[in-house]
């Protein structure tokens, strides 16, 4: 039983560097190749949604049209018309979309069909509206210091999970919210809350030589975010009867399992960024 732990853990080691490897060299090969990598992840997020969640097939008319609006959109608005007024009205849409998710966990019920019927009948869109995130993820980009920007959220997401394993391991005794995602403890969510402000101060201090009290703000409730967009694909998944997104990724479960916090906190970062730098 011990061995078998230890086995996942070293495959989940193993899979997040190799992504952490992925993630790196497209930094390095320069702004296309770090939009093609996250255009890359939306097209599949967008499968593993379409075919795990909505239980469409790739042949379906909805899938297809999903995938076409996705990459006509993308490609449009980061290599086309590029243009801060796009990006603005991108990150309001993300803010209103984070808006209604945080209503969908609160107010709806554990074993409601209801989100899965709608959907599913407005399957044909799902391209349009997984666009939202991944455009004010792919803004970024376009920022003169956009490596800097990228190190920042993922410093910032990533920690969480990090902090959150690590508290929530070893100090984790209250459930947080057990009808929703059983294993998580308050004692994680402080303590990954607490680690992402934490680094993101620091790299904030080490990279830019600027840090305020603001900025410190806006990463606690980044931060709490994080752990919110968690919360809300746990849900979301109970609803629609599955455990993981796909097995894609060893130990990790699939490409959507991995970023739907980070797909959560892009619209803040974005507009933390825009707004208080």
């Known amino acids: 039983m011990e061995a078998k732990a230890i086995s996942n853990t070293k495959l989940r080691v193993y899979s997040a560097l190799g992504m952490l490897l992925i993630l790196v060299a497209a930094v390095a090969l320069g702004q296309g190749a770090s939009l093609a990598l996250i255009g890359i992840v939306g097209l599949l997020v967008l499968d593993e949604f379409i075919v795990n969640f909505l239980e469409f097939s790739r042949r379906h008319l909805s899938y297809i049209l999903s995938q076409v609006s996705f990459i006509l959109g ?8 590029i243009g801060g007024l796009f ?3 991108f990150n309001n849409a993300g803010i209103v979309l984070n808006a209604l998710m ?5 107010v709806s019920k554990h074993d409601s069909k209801l989100l899965k019927k709608n959907l599913k009948g407005l399957s044909f869109l799902m391209g349009a509206l997984f666009l939202i995130p991944f455009m004010n993820l792919s803004a970024l980009a376009h920022f003169s210091e956009w490596k800097a920007l990228f190190a920042g959220v993922v410093v ?8 959150a394993w690590f508290f929530g391991k070893n100090y984790g005794k209250k459930k947080l919210w057990p009808s929703v995602s059983p294993k998580k403890t308050v004692e994680g969510f402080i303590g990954g809350v607490l680690t992402s402000v934490v680094l993101s101060g620091l790299f904030w201090t080490v990279t830019f030589n600027l840090v305020s009290f603001q900025l ?4 606690l409730i980044i931060a709490c975010c994080a752990q919110l967009g968690d919360l809300i694909q746990s849900k979301m998944k109970r609803q629609f009867s599955i455990k993981d997104s796909s097995n894609l990724i060893p130990g ?3 490409v959507y399992d991995r970023v739907d916090s980070l797909l ?3 619209p803040l970062f974005l507009f933390v960024i825009r707004n208080l730098r």
Do not use: P, Q
């Not at 993308?74 to 018309?81: R, S």
């Not at 945080?102 to 609160?106: A, Q, R, Y």
């Not at 410190?216 to 990463?219: G, Q």
């Open 216 to 219: 410190l703000i806006s990463f």
């Open 252 to 254: 990790h479960g699939g």
């Open 74 to 81: 993308y490609v449009y608005f980061n290599w086309v018309e």
């Open 264 to 266: 959560f906190v892009a």
């Open 156 to 163: 910032l997401n990533f920690s969480v999970d990090t902090g």
């Open 87 to 89: 990006f603005k009205s």
């Open 102 to 106: 945080l209503l969908f966990l609160f």
